[in-house]
Nanobody, 123 residues
Framework: QVQLVESGGGLVQSGGSLRLSCAAS????????VGWFRQAPGKEREEVSC??????????FYPDSVKGRFAISRDSAKNTVYLQMNSLKPEDTAIYFC??????????????WGQGTQVTVSS
């Protein structure tokens, strides 16, 4: 059974940092493309980062809204993908989800989703 579990969310002041973790079981993240999404109340879900599988060199993607502030990385030994979030802004407040798919490249439709972790940035 595949399971993705996010952790690391919380309350932080504007300008602060958080690191989110996405730990997998029943699934090897090295062979997968992994994405981080967020959804704020009343807003559409937004993909904020993606890392392609190791076979595709772990290419990364960021939208303009987080480019230069967020960084995605993979720890193969821990079967975990991280999202380092720096220079956080109140508009980054949302529930953050990780998702994975056994596809080499970003842009694929995700098959597995975590339950989400709340990130709140105070002004």
């Amino acid at each position: 059974q595949v399971q993705l579990v996010e952790s690391g969310g919380g309350l932080v002041q504007s300008g602060g940092s958080l690191r989110l973790s996405c730990a997998a079981s029943g699934f090897t993240l090295d062979d997968a493309t992994v994405g981080w999404f967020r959804q704020a109340p009343g807003k559409e879900r937004e993909e904020v980062s993606c890392i392609s599988s190791s076979s595709s060199n772990g290419d990364t993607f960021y939208p303009d809204s987080v480019k230069g502030r967020f960084a995605i990385s993979r720890d193969s030994a821990k079967n975990t993908v991280y999202l380092q979030m720096n220079s956080l802004k109140p508009e980054d407040t949302a529930i953050y989800f990780c998702a994975a798919v056994e596809d080499p490249d970003c842009g694929a439709e995700y098959d597995y989703w975590g339950q989400g972790t709340q990130v709140t940035v105070s002004s």
